[in-house]
């Protein structure tokens, strides 16, 4: 239909100078021809030719007209701003002329200037004179100032005093600046020369002010005037101090001052000092114990005045009530560490761990309802760090194990002397001999651990590991005393008197501490006898049983030494005094408690049926006849039987008659 021939015309010069409007052209044809194809496709469609000629025209005309009233309007602003551009150059270059007017106005008045130069200087001196002219009677009048000023300090005027002093400080510190500012450095001495007096002023204010400070405590609950007065003093100094640090230009001399650490300095050298300073404590257990009950009573005194008086008389940021407790605290910490150097005995060292673990937390002191809730010692720590505790509980161990080792040894010394007297032992309600050894002893080791439960359960744990360890040791020298005791008795048997009766008592006293050793222990129900300890207490009622039998032996061996014989033969009177000594050690063995009673006597049967055999086997006898032979038989039959006799008739811990094991030594007996 010619639409693609026009497609194919050559490009013009406005298409190679506008590629995107040639695109936009042919992207414009190509909708065209899809639109005209799709609508001439169908023949029924071309009635409707006209129709969409007419409104494509129109519509046409429409965007046409827009686009040259929108054209039109961009051609209006470019013609506004090209005549402002236009105005803006011709303004530019008449500011160009009357600038390059002006530069050469200033080069024809440089001369003039050096006038000025001049003029300069001496306003900037004139400007110096009258700034001195202004301080010269403050100059002048310093040094009446300070005779002033020292006349009120000495009259307790601290706040006009120190007014006059801020004056003084603050007209130096004035022209010391300046001269500063000015390289004037030369000058500076001159100047700190004339305010010399201001040292001596300051260190005359200082003194009073931690003078008070150091009776605070005592000023608060009297008269706190003077105590707020050095407070509001310090409080100015400081807000001096932070305004020159924070200008950081020029720091005058003796600044800053720090005099609120100064004052918390003074504060907790006051408090240390008049109670942890003593040049000479005593620290033996009561004079200790005072000392602490002063300490405990002073320090909450003292902590009751700064929670209800001082607080109120410092500003809230001090932290007052926080910081003496601190200090209490602290300083306690050390004042124990060095009474703790020193070589406390057991009372000492008991009463620092009590007073350190219980006393010190408890209502008695930094508990006390007065103090609470504001003194909380628990985010301080403990006045004795774990360690400490655990080095001065052994230390208390020590020192106890020495005085139980001291007491034993009395004790012991005592039980000895009793056996030599000329009585026999005590006895208890049912006849059994005894003595006070092991009450003594057993109380002693109880009370000792008993007073180590109030500190704590490891000390209590310690010192009775170490009661048990001294038991079994005291058992050691018991033996010995034994042993020492029957040396003397065989020297001579009439010393002691009644060398058996106490042999027996010392039986039911191990038998006692025996039963009573469990007791020991913290836990009861788990008390358990050591198998050490067990051992010393077997091997001392052997040595008792021992020297029993030994004696016994000895009432025996001369009566043996008869058989056989021609008198043995001719009776049975031997025999007869054998089973009257028997009998009447028998009697003494009931004196003391099953079941060492038992062994005795089965000891004793097993020593006389030994004795007797080893007797006959000994010795040689001949008999010449066969009537000596009869005899002798008969004599070993009544022998067999008598001794039978008095085997089965000798009373056992239970009352009744002998044992199979004694019957059986008697039909021994019988049979030989």
Not at 469 to 486: D, K
């Amino acid at each position: 239909m010619g639409l693609p021939a026009e497609d194919e015309r050559p490009a013009s010069p406005r298409d190679d100078e506008w590629p995107e409007a040639e695109k936009a052209e042919k992207l414009a044809r190509g909708a065209a021809l899809k639109w005209a194809s799709g609508v001439f496709y169908c023949p029924e469609k071309l009635e409707g030719l006209g129709q969409y000629r007419s409104r494509e025209t129109q519509r046409n005309s429409s965007i046409q007209s827009r686009l040259k009233s929108t054209v039109q309007s961009y051609l209006e602003g470019v013609s506004a701003g090209l005549e402002q551009l236009r105005s803006a150059a011709q303004e530019v270059q008449s500011v160009c002329q009357d600038l390059g007017a002006a530069r050469w106005a200033l080069l024809d008045s440089a001369d003039r200037f050096q006038g000025l130069q001049q003029m300069r200087a001496l306003m900037a001196e004139h400007v110096q004179l009258a700034s001195v002219v202004q301080v010269l009677p403050q100059l002048f009048s310093v040094h009446e100032v300070f005779s002033h000023t020292l006349q009120l300090l000495r009259g307790q005027h601290l706040l006009e005093a120190h007014a006059k002093l801020m004056m003084m400080e603050h007209l130096r510190d004035d022209i010391l600046s300046q001269l500063h500012l000015r390289g004037l450095s030369s000058a500076q001495a001159t100047v700190l020369s004339y305010f010399g007096g201001l040292q001596e002023l300051n260190e005359s204010l200082a003194k009073q002010l931690w003078d008070i400070v150091g009776s605070s405590l005592q000023l608060v609950r009297e008269d706190p005037v003077l105590f707020v007065t050095a407070v509001r003093i310090i409080e100015r100094e400081e807000k001096i101090d932070d305004t020159l640090l924070l200008e950081a230009t020029f720091l005058p001399p003796g600044r800053p001052k720090g005099w609120r650490q100064k004052f918390y300095h003074v504060l907790q050298e006051t408090i240390t000092g008049a109670h942890f300073r003593a040049a000479r404590m005593d620290t033996e257990g009561p004079g200790l114990a005072r000392h602490l009950a002063a300490l405990q009573k002073d320090i909450v005194s003292e902590l009751r005045v700064v929670k209800d008086l001082m607080v109120q008389c410092v500003p809230a940021h001090y932290n007052i009530l926080s910081v003496c407790t601190a200090t209490y605290h602290q300083a306690l910490i050390s004042h124990l560490q060095d009474i703790l150097r020193e070589d406390l005995d057991k009372q000492a060292l008991f009463l620092l761990l009590e007073w350190a673990l219980h006393v010190y937390h408890s209502p008695e002191m930094m508990g006390h309802p007065d103090l609470l809730p504001e003194v909380d010692v628990s985010a301080l720590g403990p006045l004795m760090s774990p360690e400490l505790v655990e080095l001065t509980e052994r230390k208390y161990v020590v020192k106890v194990k020495a005085s139980v080792l001291v007491w034993m040894q009395r004790t012991l010394e005592v039980e000895f002397k009793e056996w030599f007297r000329e009585e026999e032992p005590e006895t208890d309600h049912k006849g059994f001999f005894q003595s006070a050894l092991p009450v003594i002893v057993m109380q002693m080791l109880n009370e000792n651990i008993q007073v180590a439960s109030l500190i704590t359960d490891s000390l209590q744990q310690k010192v009775y590991n170490m009661a048990l360890e001294e038991l079994e040791a005291f058992l050691g020298r018991l033996r010995e005393a034994l042993v020492q005791c029957g040396k003397e008795h065989q020297k001579d048997r009439t010393i002691p008197k009644y060398y058996v009766s106490y042999l027996l008592a010392m039986l039911n006293n191990n038998l006692a501490l025996s039963s009573s050793v469990s007791s020991l222990h913290p836990d009861t129900a788990h008390g358990e006898v050591p198998t050490s300890l067990r051992a010393a207490l077997d091997r001392t009622q052997k040595k008792a049983c021992q020297l029993l039998l030994e004696e016994l032996l000895l009432d025996l061996q001369p009566l043996c030494l008869q058989l056989p014989s021609r008198k043995w033969l001719s009776g049975s009177q031997l025999v007869s005094s054998m089973c009257e000594v028997i009998d009447k050690y028998a009697k003494d063995f009931s004196r003391v408690k099953k079941p060492v009673f038992t062994l005795l006597l089965t000891e004793s049967e097993l020593l006389v049926a030994s004795q007797y055999l080893r007797a006959l086997m000994q010795k040689k006898m001949v008999c010449k006849s066969e009537e000596e032979r009869g005899q002798l038989c008969d004599r070993l039959l009544q022998d067999a039987t008598q001794l039978r006799e008095l085997f089965c008739g000798l009373p056992t811990a239970d009352g009744v008659g002998a044992s199979a094991h004694d019957r059986d030594v008697a039909v021994t007996l019988g049979q030989l």
